[in-house]
C-alpha cells in the first residue's frame, strides 16, 4: 500500500556528490518499517543491479562497485530513504531506483536518473 518516490536525480560532473531520496507516500509507518529498504540502479542495456540495501536497525550492505562511496540511510518516522552518493563516476550513470522487500515482495518507485558528466 502506498508509494515509493525518488527524488534527487540531475546531472554531476565525474568526482562530485548527489543525494537521493526516497519517501514512503500514502504509507503508514508499519508498512515502511516492514521489510528491507533498497536502493538498485539500471544503466542502459544491463540488467537492474543492487546498490545498497539497509534494514530497520540500520544494518546495511552495498555493492563492491559503490562500497566507500555511497552512504544508505533511513529515517524511519519521517518514512524516507537515502542514498548518499560520493565521488561520482560516469559509470555511476543509471535511473536509481527506491525499493522495498517484504517477505519476498517487492514494491518499487518509478526511479530518478543520475546522469555522470563532464
Known amino acids: 500500500q502506498g508509494q515509493l518516490v525518488e527524488s534527487g536525480g540531475g546531472l554531476v560532473q565525474p568526482g562530485g556528490s548527489l543525494t537521493l531520496s526516497c519517501k514512503g507516500s500514502?504509507?503508514?509507518?508499519?508498512?515502511?518499517?516492514?521489510?528491507?529498504l533498497g536502493w538498485y540502479r539500471q544503466a542502459p542495456g544491463k540488467e537492474r543491479d543492487l546498490v545498497a540495501t539497509i534494514t530497520l536497525d540500520g544494518t546495511t550492505t552495498y555493492s563492491e562497485s559503490v562500497k566507500g562511496r555511497f552512504t544508505i540511510s533511513r529515517d524511519n518516522s519521517r518514512k524516507m530513504l537515502y542514498l548518499q552518493m560520493n565521488g561520482l563516476a560516469p559509470e555511476d550513470t543509471a535511473v536509481y531506483f527506491c525499493?522495498?522487500?517484504?517477505?519476498?515482495?517487492?514494491?518499487w518507485g518509478q526511479g530518478t536518473q543520475v546522469t555522470v558528466s563532464s
Open positions: 525499493n522495498r522487500n517484504f517477505e519476498g515482495r517487492n514494491q
Open positions: 500514502r504509507m503508514i509507518t508499519s508498512t515502511f518499517n516492514s521489510g528491507i
